[in-house]
């Protein structure tokens, strides 16, 4: 059931979550399905309805920082430190991962020794949090390894949570920069928004990218086991402009996404055409990335080719979402 965020709809939210039930909620990265990170039961219910690979953890919402504390380890002071200058970033779409305590279940964080956590800035991520006074483990409100959804509208029928809070369009529209405060230097797990440049900024330290490259701890676990090579896919076959042969395509039905700037009229006949961002405002692209796929993926296409760009800035986001998204060779 799909209901606007009223105080009184929040409250009944909040009171699923409380009683372990499930509920789709807004952020200002993508819509999150979400349950009570306490309640081993009520997450376990999660990844059902996301078919969601057991070994590929949660992200645990808290409402303020000082939450942080309650699930974490915070004894090593180099840690501590980073983490007090990130908290700066926060409510935002930043997720830390961090030595955990052993308070939270293990269904929640893959029996890791660590915890990601994360303080969304939504207001209305933020009541429930208020309301409910519990941490809330929420993976984005998708099928395991589809495009995310960033409307209410996005959702798919087979995704049944208890309630549905529509809270508008989410406006960052991908998902949360993680990093990881695990090891002698900071890691970047996955690119998101807040860019490298912008948290090297307020570390006043490098960051090391391996949102790339699938890292072990002491080869045993993945460092970040939910960043698998296939995720964020339409159901149609995506691929990037530049792999795109028209000649033997004439008879299908091709869809165009471009960042800046719709097709050369003479190059091919697109069934559909969209462009991200007119003028080039790469914020916007990834704003408007998943709401143009899932657009593209509801008219029976039989293939969608789209733009690049350069793995700069947010571009390292856009690029690290569309590999995964394009259909494996
Ligand atoms: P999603 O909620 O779908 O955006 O995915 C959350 C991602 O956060 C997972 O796929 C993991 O890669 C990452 N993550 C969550 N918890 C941890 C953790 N304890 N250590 C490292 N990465 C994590
Ligand atoms: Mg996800």
């Excluded at 330290?205 to 890292?215: F, G, M, N, T, Y």
């Excluded at 593209?296 to 296409?301: E, F």
């Amino acid at each position: 059931m799909i209901v606007s965020p009223t105080a009184d709809n929040i409250r009944a939210a909040s009171k699923i979550i409380v009683s372990g039930g499930t509920v789709v909620f807004p952020t200002e990265t993508v819509y999150g399905l979400g349950a009570n990170a306490l309640d081993e039961l009520a997450v376990r219910k999660v990844y059902a309805l996301k078919s969601r690979p057991i070994e590929n953890p949660l992200i645990v919402h808290v409402k303020d920082s000082s939450q942080i504390q309650l699930y974490t380890d915070l004894s090593d002071s180099e840690v501590k430190s980073r983490l007090e200058l990130l908290e700066s970033l926060w409510p935002g779409p930043l997720t830390v991962v961090l030595p955990s305590n052993g308070s939270i279940p293990d269904i929640v964080t893959a029996k890791q020794p660590t915890i990601a956590v994360r303080v969304p800035a939504h207001p209305v991520a933020q009541e429930l949090l208020n309301e409910c006074r519990v941490p809330i483990a929420a993976p984005s409100a998708n099928p395991s390894s589809a495009l995310s959804p960033t409307s209410a509208e996005h959702i798919a029928s087979e995704l049944k949570a208890d309630i549905i809070l529509d809270g508008g369009r989410s406006k960052v529209g991908i998902e949360s920069t993680i990093i990881a405060l695990i090891g002698p230097v900071p890691l970047l797990l996955r690119p998101g928004s807040l860019t490298v440049e912008e948290l090297q900024e307020v570390l006043k330290e490098e960051i090391a990218d391996v949102s790339e490259s699938p890292l072990h701890i002491e080869g045993e676990s993945l460092i970040s086991p939910g960043m698998l090579p296939k995720h964020y896919s339409p159901r149609t076959p995506l691929i990037f402009i530049r792999d795109f042969n028209p000649s033997g395509q004439r008879s299908k039905r091709v869809g165009y996404i471009g960042f800046k700037a719709p097709p050369e009229p003479d190059q091919f006949d697109y069934a559909a055409s969209m462009v991200l961002s007119s003028n080039g405002d790469m914020q916007q692209v990834a704003a408007n990335l998943y709401a143009a796929l899932h657009d593209m993926d509801g008219r029976s296409l039989d293939l969608i080719v789209i733009d690049d760009c350069e793995r700069s800035g947010i571009g390292k986001a856009i690029m690290n979402r569309l590999s995964r998204a394009v259909s494996q060779k």
